[in-house]
T-cell receptor, first 111, second 113 residues
Framework: SQQGEEDPQALSIQEGENATMNCSYK?????LQWYRQNSGRGLVHLIL?????REKHSGRLRVTLDTSKKSSSLLITASRAADTASYFC???????????FGKGTLLTVNP | DVKVTQSSRYLVKRTGEKVFLECVQD?????MFWYRQDPGLGLRLIYF???????EKGDIPEGYSVSREKKERFSLILESASTNQTSMYLC????????????FGEGSRLTVL
């Protein structure tokens, strides 16, 4: 069963612009994570936000979490062509190690 | 550098063949996972293992089995491959107690003809 759903499915922007991706989920979580996947490669962990946190930063990444709305957003500031990838949110199912992934947002950053 | 290694990046097999996908991690992680990834469906959990010789079914275990004889190695087995098992297969591992972060391999793209 899909827990997280990303929105939009695809996003195309110019270098230097900010990119915002959203994730909605259905049931209570302990934490929510964002992963990145370059075409044809494995996923790479970007950031984890716990259910008692509202915002977290890592470099050019900013993640917010609204547990009342069961939603999260990932903001990439000052995007670069190298940020072109698919981005997935993942939620735990309460077990702390079994994650459910959304279908992803394909981000294209045009030089 | 931590690593999850999947032995084959690309495989082409015929319907009915037995297929082994191997995954090795060098991080001494207790938990290992097999996901499949398909366009429009995202990642779906096939099986996971929380210890040597221990396994649990994920969301789509039908047509698959797994083996975990050593802590570092987790194998996915397709007993009789079918065309609907053509997919990208991703192995991952995580430490328990954990920080929540999954470490993924590079993936194995399987085509069943």
């Amino acid at each position: 069963s899909q827990q997280g759903e990303e929105d939009p499915q695809a996003l195309s922007i110019q270098e230097g612009e900010n990119a915002t991706m959203n994730c909605s989920y259905k049931t209570s979580i302990n934490n929510l994570q964002w992963y990145r996947q370059n075409s044809g490669r494995g996923l790479v962990h970007l950031i984890l936000i716990r259910s008692n946190e509202r915002e977290k930063h890592s470099g050019r990444l900013r993640v917010t979490l609204d547990t009342s709305k069961k939603s999260s957003s990932l903001l990439i500031t000052a995007s670069r062509a190298a940020d072109t990838a698919s981005y997935f949110c993942a939620t735990d199912r309460g077990s702390n190690y079994k994650l459910t992934f959304g279908k992803g947002t394909l981000l294209t950053v045009n030089p | 550098d931590v690593k999850v290694t999947q032995s084959s990046r690309y495989l082409v097999k015929r319907t009915g063949e037995k297929v082994f996908l191997e995954c090795v991690q060098d991080m001494d992680h207790e938990n290992m996972f097999w996901y499949r990834q398909d366009p429009g469906l995202g990642l779906r959990l096939i099986y996971f293992s929380y210890d040597v010789k221990m396994k649990e079914k994920g969301d789509i275990p039908e047509g698959y089995s797994v083996s975990r004889e050593k802590k570092e190695r987790f194998s996915l087995i397709l007993e009789s491959a079918s065309t609907n098992q053509t997919s990208m297969y991703l192995c991952a591992s995580i430490r328990q107690p954990n920080t929540g972060e999954l470490f993924f391999g590079e993936g194995s793209r399987l085509t069943v003809l």
